[in-house]
């Protein structure tokens, strides 16, 4: 097998049954074919008994980006996101192996995990550049927090329950001003997650565009809307004593009155590859138990 990548990272979900197994296997299969193999500084104590441990360097996530030239994610989507993050600055592709419950981001089924990397390895796969965002919390004029999300951006009210009220502007333009749980706003990648579950439209992944989804407005007239990824997207917090933003689900900052939250397209996309069989609409009428064809 003559590989694209030479230097491949390993990343897992935790405590999961039977991956300690799967990665064993994946990275014998790699060593033996002269590829490096990166796994998760976190992950040595599951995967120490591995003979193949050895033979592989232990890394810190955070490194894999300038280390590795292609990262391998085996979990759930929460997990590809999570590795998604770290490598977003070096532009490393990414491939998910399902070991998780719904699997949109991961396509590579895990019983076929040597079969199917061996036949990406080669050039087998379909490429997509998945839109990220970049999110700068501002406090009195001054950056306090600074994330990146492969799948939306959300507001939301906190413990005490009470809604929030905050104002959006696009391009420093006045869109409106929304009272309600909050508000998330979604990369066409994140339009099948926490987005379509609030009531927000399913984007193809390659569209250049993001959406902007009430959660709980109070008034019924505070609809989703579609704006294109070029634009800056602002909220600024008027009423939120305890209100938060968070980023993929898996990391938030806190929020205070007057908070301005700066939301723009991240200058690198996500490269995710896929098995070469891959096809976006079936993958929906799998997960979201769509019907099927008749004629």
């Known amino acids: 097998m003559k590989s694209q990548f030479h230097h491949i990272g390993i ?22 074919h002269g590829i ?17 441990f050895a033979h592989c360097q232990s890394i810190e996530k955070k490194r894999m980006g300038k280390k590795c030239d292609l990262v391998i994610s085996f979990g759930g989507d929460g997990t590809l996101l999570s590795i998604a993050r770290k490598i977003a600055p ?35 796969y379909v490429a997509e550049e998945r839109i990220m965002l970049e999110t700068s919390v501002m406090r009195d004029g001054e950056e306090i927090h600074h994330s990146l999300a492969l799948n939306d951006v959300v507001f939301s009210r906190g413990g005490m329950g009470q809604m929030i009220e905050f104002e959006v ?8 001003t929304q009272r309600s749980d909050g508000l998330i706003v979604s990369t066409p990648t994140g339009s099948t997650a926490y987005a379509l579950a609030a009531g927000g439209p399913i984007l193809q992944p390659t569209l250049r565009a993001l959406t902007l989804v009430p959660i709980c407005p109070q008034s019924m007239n505070n609809r989703p809307i579609a704006v294109s990824d070029a634009g800056e997207i602002e909220v600024l917090i008027t009423k939120g004593w305890d209100a938060r933003v968070h980023f993929d689900g898996q990391s938030y900052c806190d929020l205070h009155n007057l908070d301005r939250i700066v939301i723009r397209r991240y200058r690198n996309s996500m490269r995710m590859l896929h098995p070469a069989d891959y096809n976006y609409f079936r993958t929906l009428r799998q997960k979201l138990h769509w019907g099927e064809q008749l004629i």
Do not use: W
Not at 20 to 28: C, K
Not at 116 to 124: A, D, F, Q, R, V
């Open 11 to 32: 990343v897992i979900r935790p405590h999961t049954p039977h991956i300690p197994e799967s990665v064993g296997a994946l990275a014998d299969f790699l060593l033996g």
């Open 36 to 52: 490096e193999v990166y796994l998760d500084i976190e992950a040595k104590a599951e995967l120490l008994h591995l003979p193949c």
């Open 90 to 124: 070096y532009r490393v592709p990414l491939i998910g192996v399902n070991r998780g419950s719904l699997g949109f981001l991961t396509q590579v089924p895990h019983e076929d995990t040597v079969a199917e990397i061996s036949n990406m390895l080669t050039g087998k």
């Open 169 to 176: 502007f696009i391009n420093r333009d006045f869109v409106y």
